[in-house]
Structures are given as C-alpha cells and as structure tokens.
C-alpha cells in the first residue's frame, strides 16, 4: 500500500470515527439519561457540544494547516477522540459529558480539516473529485453502520458504555495507518500562504458558495434531524426512512467522481437541488409507501452537496487553501445549528395552527409534519435559483 492510498483509507476511518460518534451516542442517548437522571434540557446541551466543537477546530485547524502540518491536526485529533471517549465512558456527572462531548467533536472538526486538503492536495482534476465523494461516503456509511451496532448492542440489552468503546475500534485504526506517513505538499505557495487564503476567501465567487453551504446544509440536515417528529404519522417508519436515506448518499458518493465527470461540479450541485426539492415536497405531500419514494429521491439528491461544495472550493478557488475548506466546512455544520431552533419554531406554530383548526391526535401530528416540511422546500428551491445562475456563469466565463 503506497503512501497516498494509505493516508486515504486512514480519512475514512477517520470519518467513521465522526459518524460512530454521531449514530451510537444517537442510540444510546436515552439510557444513558435514565441512568444518569438527565432532563432532556440537559442531553440537548450535552448533544450541542458536538455541533460546537466541529466547527471550532475546523476553523483553527485550517488557520493553522500549513503551518504545523496535517499530521499534527490528526494527532491532536486521535487524542481529542480518545480521551472524549474514554471520559465518556466513565462519566457520572453532567459537566463530565459536556467536556467529553466537545472533546469528541473537537476531534471530528480536526478530521475535516486535516483530511479535506490531504485530498485536495493529493490528487487532480476529475480524481480529485471522485476521491473527495469517496471520502464523505463513509459519514452516511458510518452512521448506518454505526446505526446497526447500537441496535444489535441494545437488542441484547449491552450498557451504553459498551457501545460507547466501540468507537474506539475505527479511532485505533486510523492511528495506526496515518503512523508514520508524510502527508503531500500544497499545491502551489498560495495555497500555503495565509495572506493569501485570506485574499481568495473575500472573492465574491467565495463568498456566494459561503452563502449557498448554509443552504445546502440545512437542506441535508434540516429534514433529517426531524425525521421522527415530522414522519410518524405519514404511515412510513421514520428510523427506516433515516436508514434508506443514509444508505443511498454512500453509495450515491461512493459513484460520485463519474457523475461529477459526466455532468461537471457544478451541474451535479443544481442537479442535487432539483432532486432535493423533490424530496422534500413529496415528505409534505405524501403517506404510506410513497414517503420511501420521497426518501430515495431525498438521499440522491443530499448525497452530492458536502463533498461537491468543498470540491468546488478545492477546483475553482485553491488559492483558499486548507483554510477555504474549512471555512465552508464549518459554516455547514454552524448553519445547522443556527437552523435547527428556528425549524423547531416552525414546529410548535404549525402544531398551535392545527390546534386551533380543531385538529387533534395523528391528524394533528400528520399536519404539523407535512406543513413545516412544506416550508423546508423553500431551502433547495432558492438553491435551484443559485445553481443554475453559477452555471450559466460559469458557462459564459469558460471556466467549466
């Protein structure tokens, strides 16, 4: 195994990493505050730890990439994993697992930060591309993998710590394979150069992308985060529609660098928003069987934004450098925080207008689900707009 393939696989533990840690701490959420006599007040601002810490050492991460290097960021990153997880595991308090929480996100915000430029510095044009959707399969892929481990542990009535530990399995193994390997060179000096990064990053072109990551994400994880609530009543099972959705986007990225190849970046970016809005507006407008229909066009068309919008980054503004992508990376996950109490907004005035139009029990709960989902297409739509202006842009400056 040569030293870039082994640099690569080590990535996508990495992010396995991120997405065990995401989906178990997901599935072990509730007995771990019954155990512990959390409210869930308390396991929200435990969970928001994760959110706060990703983006946190994104930033920093690629403030300081060029700096003290790759392998450094992913060393700090395997302690923060670590130690996060194994103070997780013994914690008995509620600032216990707030530290340890923002410790293991800290870890997951040094993985994209390092991980991102290790790609985009390692290969080219098209290969580039394919490799970076092949990378972010494995966030979606490990949270069903992840997903499925904490089921099978819980069916035999395993502890929460147990599932816990087993985060740590994917967190060795990357530390094992990014022992010892030197990571590649930037580019070009640009892309080393922070006065430089700063530059690119005040580009108008920059700054529209900046703005589009905040809706491409909340696109992803708006309707997502509130599957539950929104789908329970839609005659469709909303853990199989998560399942279905999570599966599609691994495989879909795991295909990712022919699409880009046949339809360019941005094609496929427009091509992921019109597929979006399908989805979304088939959730407000569909029951039963055809809520799995709306999931399948959902996952495809979810599955492109995150790697296609650092790809753009990576492809159309390099001058950015690692500090570029870790700005639109952690916008993204920073949107979703920003976003996340506003749909719960929605939520609860949509729940008070069926209250008040006489609505009561499933029919209320169907209603309030289909309405805020109906407000949620409005997150890929503006995208079609944007994307099909950054085409025919693009077109007319022949840089596609």
């Known amino acids: 195994m040569n030293n870039t393939n082994r640099l690569f696989i080590a990535s996508c533990f990495a992010l396995i990493t991120t997405a065990f840690s995401f989906s178990i701490r997901a599935g072990v959420l509730d007995s771990?505050?019954?155990?512990?006599?959390?409210?869930?007040?308390?396991?929200?601002?435990?969970?928001?730890?994760?959110?706060?810490?990703?983006?946190?050492?994104?930033?920093?991460?690629?403030?300081?990439?060029?700096?003290?290097?790759?392998?450094?960021?992913?060393?700090f990153a395997f302690l923060a994993h670590a130690l996060g997880i194994v103070l997780t595991i013994f914690a008995t308090s509620f600032w216990g697992l707030i530290i340890s929480t923002l410790l293991i996100g800290l870890g997951n915000g040094c993985t994209e930060a390092a991980c991102n430029p290790m790609i985009a510095d390692s290969y080219k044009g098209n290969t580039m591309s394919k490799m970076m959707n092949r990378f972010h399969m494995w966030f979606p892929g490990g949270i069903v993998i992840g997903s499925l481990i904490s089921q099978f542990m819980t069916s035999f009535e395993m502890s929460w710590q147990s599932q816990i530990a087993v985060i740590l399995v994917p967190t060795i193994i990357y530390a094992y394979l990014f022992w010892g390997q030197e990571w590649p060179k930037a580019k070009t000096?640009?892309?080393?150069?922070?006065?430089?990064?700063?530059?690119?990053?005040?580009?108008?072109?920059?700054?529209?992308?900046?703005?589009?990551?905040?809706?491409?994400?909340?696109?992803?994880?708006?309707?997502?985060?509130?599957?539950?609530?929104?789908?329970?009543?839609?005659?469709?099972?909303?853990?199989?529609?998560?399942?279905?959705?999570?599966?599609?986007?691994?495989?879909?990225?795991?295909?990712?660098?022919?699409?880009?190849?046949?339809?360019?970046?941005?094609?496929?970016?427009?091509?992921?928003?019109?597929?979006?809005?399908?989805?979304?507006y088939l959730f407000s407008t569909q029951?039963?069987?055809?809520?799995?229909?709306?999931?399948?066009?959902?996952?495809?068309?979810?599955?492109?934004?995150?790697?296609?919008?650092?790809?753009?980054?990576?492809?159309?503004?390099?001058?950015?450098?690692?500090?570029?992508?870790?700005?639109?990376?952690?916008?993204?996950?920073?949107?979703?925080?920003?976003?996340?109490?506003?749909?719960?907004?929605?939520?609860?005035?949509?729940?008070?207008?069926?209250?008040?139009?006489?609505?009561?029990?499933?029919?209320?709960?169907?209603?309030?689900?289909?309405?805020?989902?109906?407000?949620?297409?409005?997150?890929?739509?503006?995208?079609?707009?944007l994307f099909t202006g950054l085409y025919f842009w693009l077109k007319t400056r022949a840089i596609n």
């Open 287 to 385: 029951i039963g069987a055809m809520a799995y229909v709306a999931a399948i066009f959902f996952g495809l068309g979810i599955a492109y934004f995150w790697p296609n919008m650092l790809g753009f980054i990576a492809q159309y503004i390099p001058k950015s450098g690692a500090l570029g992508l870790s700005i639109i990376g952690a916008v993204g996950m920073f949107s979703s925080a920003v976003f996340q109490p506003i749909i719960g907004g929605w939520i609860d005035s949509n729940r008070a207008d069926g209250l008040a139009a006489g609505l009561i029990g499933s029919e209320l709960e169907l209603a309030t689900g289909q309405a805020t989902l109906g407000t949620m297409v409005m997150f890929p739509l503006i995208l079609i707009v």
């Open 32 to 75: 771990l505050g019954a155990e512990l006599h959390f409210t869930a007040q308390q396991l929200g601002y435990i969970s928001s730890m994760w959110f706060l810490g990703f983006p946190l050492s994104m930033i920093v991460g690629g403030l300081i990439y060029h700096k003290v290097g790759g392998k450094v960021i992913m060393q």
């Open 189 to 280: 000096v640009e892309e080393a150069s922070i006065s430089s990064n700063l530059k690119a990053i005040t580009t108008p072109l920059f700054i529209f992308i900046f703005a589009c990551m905040w809706l491409t994400s909340i696109s992803e994880f708006g309707p997502q985060q509130w599957v539950q609530l929104t789908l329970k009543e839609s005659g469709a099972e909303p853990m199989v529609i998560l399942a279905l959705v999570t599966g599609l986007m691994a495989v879909a990225r795991f295909f990712g660098g022919e699409v880009v190849k046949r339809f360019s970046i941005v094609g496929v970016l427009l091509g992921s928003s019109i597929f979006t809005t399908i989805g979304v």
